[in-house]
């Protein structure tokens, strides 16, 4: 019912920036939440940040604020990751997600959002790649 396709990774050393895109479609109408997760080789998936999509409130985790931002642009559908300063430990396969979470709990008012069973719809992922 909701599909969503990364875009966006690549290589890049340490230092620089890229800036990944999620296309959403289907019945978005559904959705309040969106994340950004990542996943590096043998550790288990972190969450990044997400945002409330009926008014563009953002959450970031503690470990990317300062360096990672999440956007979104309701009229193209697209929900945005912009990563600046990026590091070598950046490397991982980076998802996007999207929710059915309260605007609380979705812009982590009391609890950390950034927990993947709270997100039911996942895309198939893009590989960041960062080189020292």
């Known amino acids: 019912q909701v599909l969503l396709v990364e875009s966006g990774g690549g290589s890049v050393q340490a230092g620089g920036s890229l800036r990944l895109s999620c296309a959403v479609s289907g019945y978005i109408g559904s959705i309040g939440c969106m994340a950004w997760f990542r996943q590096a080789q043998g550790k288990e998936r972190e969450g990044l940040a997400t945002?409330?999509?009926?008014?563009?409130?953002?959450y970031h985790s503690d470990s990317v604020k300062g360096r990672f931002t999440i956007s979104q642009d309701n009229a193209k559908n697209t929900l945005y990751l912009q990563m600046n300063s990026l590091k070598p430990e950046d490397t991982a396969m980076y998802y996007c997600a999207a929710g059915q979470l309260l605007r609380g709990a979705c812009i982590g008012v009391y609890l950390s959002p950034l927990k993947a069973d709270y997100f039911r719809y996942w895309g198939q992922g893009t590989q960041v790649t960062v080189s020292s």
């Open positions: 945002i409330y999509t009926n008014d563009g409130t953002p």
